[in-house]
């Protein structure tokens, strides 16, 4: 059947743009709220006890990828093409199958994993106190199956707003109950082993045992936040959807063809989650790659060349670690994680530019209008690089004062801080990889991004052991594995994306001209911290303004950088609140 009489019709969808800015606003607030959370957390349990959060959320991530970037995909996808189509009875029962079917993978996951997760610690990463914690996030996994089916229903009808108001109070519980627990274990079991020689009524082998346990626990204190930020989030988006509906006109559904068969919708439902939920796997995999693999590779290095690893970080290994050194591998993968914290900010905000864009894009495609399909992909393209490149950048050149201000001046700063420059330039071909791969979702092409996301993990692992195994680089060789990783993915995406829309897309307009202003942007960053830390004050203060101070100069740069090069679009400005009188002003001008 063609667009129906009612496709489109009868509620308003968010520009691409203004959805994307909805969106990125909700992702910023949880990736500030995040870096808020990491960085007291480090305090409270160190390097090691971050370690452990990472080895449990790592080994959860591929399910927990699945229901939050996957899942919701598919169901945006199948309720917005049947809303374009004006099949307004498919759409609301898109959501009605997805839920039982999504629900039960994820409670399957969440069972089949916890019985793996014993055998996953002793024998696979050799960190036995990872256990607690991976019990402890267990629950998430149903609870953010269930999410994604309000989340991807909302998206699909072009309402990117709840899912950003369940994004943030997700985030906020986590923050406040994860960071309280966590303190408030930590604190507890001190006090009990110092009191009676117990953690919790266990008796420790020594000091050092009730540390590592002590530790432990206060991981799993703060993953228990992150449980029950998935419980509020769920809440809400059944609360806002029992009382308030989805916004759509009644006429609508009462217009519109009857819907399919349920077992029709559940097939093609599943046809469209299946290699969809597998191409959202790439960054969740990576990270379950560097925690199954990166500690037990390093520890390998420990035992065959231990003088040539420690004289890589001279001064920078506390003397606990020393004198333990079975738990470097895990002190070292916990201060790689605490870069990654920093660099994922810049790949999962722009994943909202692919979430926002992915129901135009699919209906342009389903009503196949080339012009507007074009149009669209490049502008999804151009913006996700005018934002990523200069982020990535901007991190790589500043690591070292970022690291300082987020982390203090620890001795493991150093290493934090090598890592984040590596991580900082992978941010690019990372962040540009989950917009691409949710377009060749919308063009019909789910099946590409899990070819090449094979492709990508192969190059992961192969780097992985090859420069991990360098006792000079240990650790430093899982960003650049990394990178290897994300340029392969982005650039063999873009190319399949060009052939499966069957439309032209100008490389020079989306990528060499962002790419251009942006290193004009780190070089503009490193220059005005290299002169402000010398005018201001030493201490947190004065680091906070030599930081914000290059940050604001390079964006100065950029800008103008952008404006020379005329590398920001008419219709993209336009799109904006605003937009329409900034665009005129600066077409008077001469920049766009």
Known sequence: QSMGKYGGQGRRRQSFLRGALVLTGGMALVKVMGALFKVPLTYAVGEYGIGLFHVAYHFYAPVLSLATAGFPIAVSRLVSENSSLGRWNDARQVKRVAMPLFLSIGVGGMVLLTCLAPFYCQWVTGVPYALIPMVALAPAIPLACATSVYRGYYEGLGNMVPTAVSQVMEAAVK????????????????????????????????????????????????VVGVTAGSLVSLGYLALRFRFHGDGTVPRLYRDSPPARDRRETRKRLWAITLPIALGSLATSVAGLIDATFLQS??????????????????????????????????????????????????????????????????????????????????????????????????????????????????????????????????????????????????????????????????????????????????????????????????????YCLRRAAGVPLSIGQVFLRPLACALLCGAGARLAWGILERIFPAGRWGEALAVLGATAFGAAVYTAALLLLRGINKSDLQSLPMGQKIAKMLEKQGWI
Not at 342 to 367: C, D, E, H, K
Not at 391 to 402: D, I, N, Q, T
Not at 479 to 488: E, I, M, N, W
């Open 175 to 222: 923050l406040g109950l994860g960071l309280a627990a966590a303190w408030g274990m930590v604190s507890h079991c001190q006090g009990e082993y110092a009191a009676r020689g117990t953690v919790l009524g266990l008796t420790p082998s020594g000091e050092e045992g009730a540390m590592f346990l002590t530790l432990s626990l206060g991981a799993a204190g703060a």
């Open 297 to 494: 590779r390093v520890g390998d290095v420990l035992r065959e060349a231990p003088q040539r690893l420690l004289a890589a970080y001279p001064g920078q290994i506390p003397d606990t670690y020393r004198e333990n050194p079975q738990a470097i591998p895990t002190f070292l993968y916990g201060c790689y994680t605490l870069a990654m914290t920093i660099y994922l900010l810049v790949p999962g905000v722009t994943q909202a530019f692919g979430t926002s864009a992915l129901p135009n894009v699919t209906a342009a495609y389903a009503r196949g209008n080339k012009r507007e399909l074009r149009s669209k992909l490049e502008a999804v393209v151009r913006v996700t690089a005018l934002f990523c490149f200069p982020a990535g950048v901007g991190m790589a050149s500043l690591s070292f004062p970022l690291t300082q201000l987020l982390y203090g001046h620890g001795e493991s700063t150093p290493i934090i801080a090598r890592c984040l420059f590596l991580l900082g330039a992978a941010s690019l071909p990372a962040a540009m990889s989950g917009p691409l791969s949710s377009m060749l979702q919308a063009v019909g092409r789910a099946d590409l991004p899990v070819k090449l996301l094979l492709g990508a993990m192969a190059i992961k692992l192969g780097a992985n052991w090859v420069l991990c195994g360098i006792p000079e680089l240990n650790i430093q060789g899982a960003a650049v594995g990394t990178l290897l990783c994300y340029l392969f993915l982005t650039v063999f995406q873009f």
